[in-house]
Nanobody, 123 residues
Framework: QVQVVESGGGLVQPGGSLRLSCIAS????????MGWYRQAPGKQRELVATITSGQSTNYADSVKGRFTISRDNTKNTVYLQMNSLKPEDTAVYYC?????????????????WGQGTQVTISS
């Protein structure tokens, strides 16, 4: 079993900052990549940022220069530092992990999602 758990959401005023954390635990050989996605009311889930085990990163254009994704491979943890927050950043933020697991018939790359954490930007 694998669990992915986010934390760190909350209510912040425009221009403020938040740091999200996500930890993956369980039967994990290695984590290939981790990422953050978000879903605002009435909208589709969208990519925010991803990071590979080699620390290569990718960001949505809407958050470049404001958000920073990082990870601690020793702790199976990924972080999202969010600065200069805007009302349009309001959404449920989900952590995603692409995990390598050992199965009876060999190695398997599997995707897991957390339950999400609410981020609200409002004055």
């Amino acid at each position: 079993q694998v669990q992915v758990v986010e934390s760190g959401g909350g209510l912040v005023q425009p221009g403020g900052s938040l740091r999200l954390s996500c930890i993956a635990s369980g039967s994990i050989l290695s984590i290939i990549a981790m990422g953050w996605y978000r879903q605002a009311p009435g909208k589709q889930r969208e990519l925010v940022a991803t990071i590979t085990s080699g620390q290569s990163t990718n960001y949505a254009d809407s958050v470049k220069g404001r958000f920073t994704i990082s990870r601690d491979n020793t702790k199976n943890t990924v972080y999202l530092q969010m600065n200069s927050l805007k009302p349009e950043d309001t959404a449920v933020y989900y952590c995603q992990a692409e995990i390598l697991r050992s199965r009876r018939d060999g190695l398997s790359s599997e995707e897991y999602w957390g339950q999400g954490t609410q981020v609200t930007i409002s004055s």
